[in-house]
C-alpha cells in the first residue's frame, strides 16, 4: 500500500512550471507515494504578500493548511521552496495566540493548527527512501555529471526549514547518485540566484545566476540539477541575458531534479516535459547514457 500525503503545486506548478508538477507527480507514483490533491486550495501568497503584510500572508497559507486538515491529513508536500516557506513560516507564527488570532478574522474557517509542510525532495527522502528509490532505477544515469543546486531558501533558516543541512544540504545529491548520476562537488549549491529580481533588476540576476553557471561549468558538470522554479527560470530562461551581460556562451541544461529522477524511472516523455525547458537537456542527456554504456 503506497503512503498518503497531502499535495500543494503551488501556482507555478500549474503554470510556467508544468513540467515540474507533471513530472513530480509520475515520479512519485512510481516509487509509490500517493499525492492527494487539496481540494480548492489557493495561492499561498508567495513572495509578495508577506512584503505587505505578515498576517495577510500567513491568512493565506493557512487557508490551505486548514484544507489539509479537513482532509483529515497532517502533512502536505509541496515542490516549490517559496510555498514551502510561506506555509512553514504561517504554521510557526500561528503558534502565538495572539497572531492566530489576527490570522483567523480573516478565514472563514479558523486554522486549526498541527499541520506539517514539507518539500517534495524531503517526502521522497523520509517516505520512500533511498534505497527504494534506487532499487526502482530502470535506467541509471552512468556518464552524466550532475551538480544540484537547491537555491537559498530550501533549507534556510534550518530553525524553521528543519530538513537536510542548511549550507551543504545532501538530499537531491544523494537521490541522483542513488539513480547513477555522478554528482560533482558544487561549491555554490546554496547561493541565491537573484529570485525575484528578474524583472526589477536584472543586472542582479545576470551577475548571481552567471556565477552559478560559471561554477558548474568549472566542476564540470554536464547539467544544473534544480528544486525551484524561480532558480529554474533564472538559470534557464534568462541563459541569454546572463550570456550577454558577461560576454559567456553558456548553453547549460537546467532541469528539474523529479525530471532525471523520471528518466531513471523510464517515465514517458510527456510526463517529464523536457521540451518546456528552454535549453533541452535530452542531447547532453542522450550523449551522456550512450557513452556510459
Not at 3 to 12: F, H, L, V
Request: hydrophobic residues 45%; glycine residues 8%; contains cysteine.
Amino acid at each position: 500500500m503506497s503512503e498518503a500525503i497531502a499535495y500543494y503545486p503551488g501556482c507555478s506548478g500549474l503554470g510556467t512550471s508544468k513540467e515540474y508538477d507533471t513530472s513530480t507527480r509520475a515520479v512519485c507514483a512510481a516509487l509509490g507515494l500517493s499525492l492527494v490533491d487539496i481540494p480548492d486550495w489557493s495561492c499561498c501568497g508567495s513572495s509578495p504578500a508577506h512584503t505587505k503584510d505578515h498576517v495577510l500572508s500567513a491568512a493565506l497559507a493557512a487557508r490551505n493548511l486548514q484544507l489539509v486538515s479537513d482532509m483529515g491529513l497532517k502533512a502536505a508536500a509541496t515542490p516549490c521552496p517559496s510555498c514551502l516557506t510561506n506555509l512553514r513560516t504561517a504554521n510557526h507564527r500561528c503558534e502565538a495566540a495572539p497572531f492566530k488570532a489576527k490570522v483567523d478574522k480573516l478565514l472563514d474557517d479558523p486554522y486549526a493548527g498541527g499541520v506539517n509542510a514539507v518539500s517534495v525532495l524531503q517526502a521522497l527522502v523520509e517516505m520512500v527512501g533511498l534505497d527504494a528509490v534506487k532499487s526502482a532505477t530502470r535506467t541509471p544515469l552512468k556518464g552524466l555529471k550532475v551538480a544540484c543546486y537547491y537555491g537559498c531558501i530550501m533549507n534556510r533558516p534550518p530553525e524553521l526549514m528543519a530538513f537536510d543541512d542548511c549550507e551543504n544540504p545532501m538530499a537531491m545529491d544523494n537521490i541522483l547518485a542513488a539513480m547513477g548520476a555522478e554528482v560533482v562537488p558544487f561549491p555554490l549549491k546554496v547561493e541565491c540566484c537573484g529570485a525575484s529580481y528578474g524583472i526589477p533588476r536584472p543586472d542582479v540576476v545576470a551577475k548571481l545566476s552567471g556565477k552559478l553557471l560559471d561554477a558548474a561549468v568549472s566542476v564540470g558538470a554536464d547539467m544544473v540539477a534544480v528544486a525551484c522554479p524561480l532558480c529554474q527560470m533564472n538559470l534557464d530562461l534568462r541563459q541569454g541575458q546572463v550570456n550577454r551581460a558577461g560576454g559567456t556562451n553558456y548553453r547549460m541544461p537546467v532541469p528539474y531534479f523529479t525530471q532525471l529522477m523520471a528518466v531513471a524511472l523510464n517515465i514517458a516523455d510527456e510526463d517529464i516535459g523536457f521540451g518546456k525547458l528552454c535549453v533541452d537537456p535530452r542531447p547532453v542527456l542522450s550523449k551522456a547514457l550512450a557513452v556510459a554504456d
